[in-house]
């Protein structure tokens, strides 16, 4: 039998919730964050967190509002963040975007954008425990198409650990408002942390299975969650066993009945069989399948969407760093190079070329992709922690240093995530 969750006071749960419907350089208004964050925060409150609510916020007001919630957070304490509105990816990275935002390229996400790993960051550096974030962000918005030719969804997050986070939809996946008042996935979650003792995870594995089922599989959250205790959004009996989900869990974890049964895979996985040549379900079960480490799983869905969408930059590059951490740094070169070929000065495969040329031995050559992509993102961490590992090893010690110690403060799992690569 599961323990019981611990319980939180109300002084020690916080939860800052935004709903962003007004944005300027969209043709109408979104119809769902507000009545989705209000419902949100009430059923919070009644659950007993001290909760900041915010709507159509600037860029400024975000930052108030979170500073509200990092000046309120103990050690110990239960943060949480609820996000609905548009969200973009860049430079491997999920940015919140407030509605003030003025966005003709990817520099200028990270310049106005709010960047969900940060958050979470400052949260875990302030001590709080728990930290769960929510964001229904996931919906073609009017920048990307400025600066992409694609919608690219949102980015899985390297989170502290202690960390429950859930998408509204699949990686790399959008989905568009259905015109109504409130949002299928909201609809979902208050039905599940309403549920006395249920645990976090499971109530959030239990919303994503609703949406699932709700929208015919054509809409599919992702969860990654690394929490080291339970938590129960209302506490109370158990009412089962705790549904554990690691955020990066080794192959040995995840191979099998686990990541077959896993809802996301299940779904994607109906949709294969219903139509092979479906290269957007492939692509997206490879993303999955790597982001739970079946890295030779992801690497046959990226091998066969490719086939079917032989320009897909993006699997080119996933298949690139599934490579590189398998060990096939041939294979991996090949496909950077290819990424690169149809997308020149592409941020993505610029650093994970960088990685496997790190790994290889090839430093002068990983010191030039870390290089380019610093110019284009001067704070890509992965390529700046990357460029202080070859200047370390290529002599320059001291500025090897600086690089690292650099990363470091922007992203304390750094060394984790190159550790993943095979590099430390």
């Given at each position: 039998?599961?323990?019981?969750?611990?319980?939180?006071a109300?002084?020690?749960?916080?939860?800052?919730?935004?709903?962003?419907?007004?944005?300027?350089?969209?043709?109408?208004?979104?119809?769902?964050?507000?009545?989705?964050?209000?419902?949100?925060?009430?059923?919070?409150?009644?659950?007993?967190?001290?909760?900041?609510?915010?709507?159509?916020?600037?860029?400024?007001?975000?930052?108030?509002?979170?500073d509200?919630?990092?000046?309120?957070?103990?050690?110990?304490?239960?943060?949480?963040?609820f996000?609905?509105?548009?969200?973009?990816q860049?430079?491997?990275?999920?940015?919140?975007?407030?509605?003030?935002?003025?966005?003709?390229?990817?520099?200028?996400?990270?310049?106005?954008g709010?960047?969900?790993?940060?958050?979470l960051?400052?949260l875990?550096?302030?001590?709080?425990?728990?930290?769960?974030?929510?964001?229904?962000?996931s919906?073609?918005?009017?920048?990307?198409?400025?600066?992409?030719?694609?919608?690219?969804?949102l980015?899985?997050?390297?989170a502290?650990?202690g960390?429950?986070?859930?998408?509204?939809?699949a990686?790399?996946?959008?989905?568009s408002?259905?015109?109504?008042?409130?949002g299928?996935?909201?609809?979902?979650?208050?039905?599940?942390?309403?549920?006395?003792?249920?645990?976090?995870?499971?109530?959030?594995?239990?919303?994503?299975?609703?949406?699932?089922?709700?929208s015919?599989?054509?809409?599919?959250?992702?969860?990654?969650?690394?929490?080291?205790?339970?938590?129960?959004?209302?506490?109370?009996?158990?009412?089962?066993?705790?549904?554990?989900i690691?955020?990066?869990?080794?192959?040995?974890?995840?191979?099998?009945?686990?990541?077959?049964?896993d809802?996301?895979?299940?779904?994607?996985?109906?949709?294969?069989?219903?139509?092979?040549?479906?290269?957007?379900?492939?692509?997206?079960?490879?993303?999955?399948y790597?982001?739970?480490?079946?890295?030779?799983?992801?690497?046959?869905?990226?091998?066969?969407?490719?086939?079917?969408?032989?320009?897909?930059?993006?699997?080119?590059?996933?298949?690139?760093?599934a490579?590189?951490?398998?060990g096939?740094?041939?294979?991996?070169?090949?496909?950077?190079?290819?990424?690169?070929?149809?997308?020149?000065?592409?941020?993505?495969?610029l650093?994970?070329?960088?990685?496997?040329?790190?790994?290889?031995g090839?430093?002068?050559?990983?010191?030039?992709?870390?290089?380019?992509?610093?110019?284009?993102?001067?704070?890509?961490?992965?390529?700046?922690?990357?460029?202080?590992?070859?200047?370390?090893?290529?002599?320059?010690?001291?500025?090897?240093?600086?690089?690292?110690?650099?990363?470091?403060?922007?992203?304390?799992?750094?060394?984790?995530?190159?550790?993943?690569?095979?590099?430390?």
């Amino acid at each position: 039998m599961s323990p019981a969750a611990p319980s939180f006071a109300a002084s020690d749960r916080y939860a800052l919730v935004i709903g962003n419907a007004k944005y300027p350089d969209a043709d109408t208004p979104l119809k769902e964050p507000i009545n989705d964050a209000r419902d949100v925060a009430n059923e919070l409150k009644r659950e007993g967190f001290d909760v900041d609510v915010g709507n159509n916020l600037t860029g400024a007001a975000t930052r108030r509002a979170l500073d509200w919630l990092y000046n309120n957070i103990k050690p110990g304490s239960m943060a949480l963040v609820f996000f609905s509105g548009f969200g973009v990816q860049a430079a491997r990275q999920t940015y919140m975007i407030p509605v003030d935002a003025h966005i003709w390229t990817e520099q200028d996400v990270r310049r106005d954008g709010v960047s969900l790993e940060s958050v979470l960051g400052e949260l875990n550096r302030r001590g709080a425990g728990v930290k769960i974030a929510l964001i229904d962000a996931s919906r073609r918005n009017p920048y990307e198409r400025r600066f992409r030719s694609f919608s690219a969804g949102l980015a899985p997050v390297i989170a502290p650990n202690g960390t429950l986070l859930m998408y509204s939809t699949a990686l790399s996946s959008v989905v568009s408002d259905d015109g109504g008042d409130h949002g299928l996935f909201v609809q979902e979650l208050l039905k599940q942390i309403r549920t006395p003792g249920l645990m976090a995870e499971e109530a959030l594995n239990r919303t994503g299975a609703g949406v699932i089922r709700a929208s015919n599989s054509q809409q599919v959250p992702w969860i990654s969650s690394s929490l080291a205790e339970d938590f129960a959004f209302v506490p109370g009996p158990p009412t089962g066993p705790r549904a554990d989900i690691a955020s990066q869990p080794s192959p040995a974890a995840t191979l099998g009945s686990s990541i077959a049964d896993d809802p996301t895979v299940r779904s994607l996985t109906e949709r294969i069989n219903s139509n092979p040549s479906d290269a957007s379900a492939l692509y997206r079960r490879g993303q999955v399948y790597a982001g739970r480490g079946a890295y030779s799983l992801a690497i046959n869905d990226f091998t066969d969407s490719l086939r079917l969408d032989p320009k897909n930059v993006e699997a080119y590059n996933n298949r690139c760093s599934a490579r590189t951490i398998t060990g096939d740094l041939q294979g991996a070169l090949s496909d950077c190079n290819e990424a690169l070929q149809l997308r020149p000065n592409f941020v993505d495969a610029l650093d994970s070329r960088g990685v496997l040329n790190l790994k290889s031995g090839q430093i002068k050559n990983a010191i030039t992709d870390f290089d380019a992509a610093l110019k284009i993102n001067p704070r890509l961490t992965s390529s700046l922690y990357g460029r202080g590992l070859a200047r370390q090893r290529d002599g320059a010690v001291a500025e090897g240093n600086v690089d690292i110690s650099n990363a470091k403060a922007m992203d304390p799992n750094i060394v984790k995530e190159f550790a993943s690569y095979g590099v430390h």
